[in-house]
């Protein structure tokens, strides 16, 4: 099961305020695979669609994704990023992952 620090419900809440879509909920996806392991995206969803499964572990929104998703969410933590060198937003992280942190060489 994908986790969610504080500090990203909060940013996640803030959004849904700011686009009135207080209510809804966030879809999270499969956007592709990279050296890096599995990228996701993330959209505002009001409720879930037929075979989605439904996350209530967030505070003030419910999170939706499907089978594959979830397959690859498991263990990975949603969090709130605030870095001059990479902006302000959200990252979808994967403690365990081993893969290779840059493209191009060979791994070892």
Known sequence: MVSITPDAEKFINDLL???QKVGYGIKIYLSGFACSGPQ?????????ADGENVDKSASGFDM?????????LEECVIEFIDDPNFGTGLTIRNPNFNGC????????
């Open 40 to 48: 996701f995206g993330m959209s505002f969803q009001e409720k879930a």
């Open 17 to 19: 305020e700011k686009n």
């Open 101 to 108: 942190a840059s493209c191009g060489g060979g791994c070892h």
């Open 64 to 72: 939706f994704y499907d089978e594959e998703t979830k397959k690859e």
